[in-house]
């Protein structure tokens, strides 16, 4: 979880989520438009010691080790801060919103679950959630789960295989 921190709701959720789920949850604070991109460089950075790894390996026939280890880091990284559910909750603004969208999109999983809250069908209340829920579907980052959203204010989505999904294919060769 990603979240400013500002109120005690996530330290009661992180407890309860702890007690239900152990070992699978994680908590970060601060702004997500910072905190979302530091876990993506620690991957990107993952995957260019992999691959650098890969090229020394190849060239000189040895390094095998210094592979090993590289793959470890990245695989722990990638274990640590990829998500298969992401909730996405708090700024209203169309750039707060749109930002933890794609910033989300490129750190989740392939096809993580996605609940858009606050997406009000009907009523004016959270324009900026509004416009980043609809660009994102028409953009083919998300996919709706639901012809509907829900009667209580929120619907359902799946993440699109994303850029970072086919960056780290090409960066690895794979």
Same mark, same amino acid.
């Given at each position: 979880? +990603? =979240?400013?921190? %500002?109120f005690g709701a996530p330290l009661v959720a992180k407890r309860w989520i702890d007690a239900h789920f152990p070992g699978r949850h994680t908590l970060v604070l601060g702004d997500s438009r910072k905190t979302i991109l530091a /876990?993506?460089? *620690?991957?990107? /950075?993952? $995957? =260019?010691? *992999?691959?650098?790894? /890969? %090229? *020394?390996?190849?060239?000189?026939?040895?390094?095998? &080790?210094?592979?090993? %280890?590289?793959e470890r880091v990245l695989a722990e990284a990638e274990d640590m801060y990829r998500c298969d559910l992401v909730f996405i909750d708090g700024g209203h603004e169309y750039d707060v919103v749109s930002a933890d969208v794609l910033n989300f999109w490129r750190l989740a999983m392939p096809g993580? &679950? $996605?609940? +858009?809250d606050d997406v009000h069908t009907g009523d004016n209340c959270c324009p900026g959630v509004v416009r980043a829920w =609809? =660009?994102?579907?028409?953009?083919? $980052?998300?996919?709706?789960?639901?012809a509907r959203c829900h009667v209580e204010k929120f619907c359902t989505a799946h993440f699109t295989?994303?850029?970072?999904?086919n960056w780290k294919a090409d960066q690895l060769g794979e």
């Amino acid at each position: 979880s +990603f =979240d400013l921190g %500002e109120f005690g709701a996530p330290l009661v959720a992180k407890r309860w989520i702890d007690a239900h789920f152990p070992g699978r949850h994680t908590l970060v604070l601060g702004d997500s438009r910072k905190t979302i991109l530091a /876990r993506l460089g *620690v991957i990107a /950075r993952g $995957v =260019d010691r *992999v691959a650098a790894a /890969r %090229e *020394v390996s190849g060239s000189s026939g040895g390094g095998a &080790a210094a592979l090993e %280890e590289a793959e470890r880091v990245l695989a722990e990284a990638e274990d640590m801060y990829r998500c298969d559910l992401v909730f996405i909750d708090g700024g209203h603004e169309y750039d707060v919103v749109s930002a933890d969208v794609l910033n989300f999109w490129r750190l989740a999983m392939p096809g993580a &679950a $996605v609940i +858009f809250d606050d997406v009000h069908t009907g009523d004016n209340c959270c324009p900026g959630v509004v416009r980043a829920w =609809d =660009d994102a579907i028409e953009a083919k $980052v998300l996919e709706k789960q639901t012809a509907r959203c829900h009667v209580e204010k929120f619907c359902t989505a799946h993440f699109t295989p994303s850029v970072y999904s086919n960056w780290k294919a090409d960066q690895l060769g794979e």
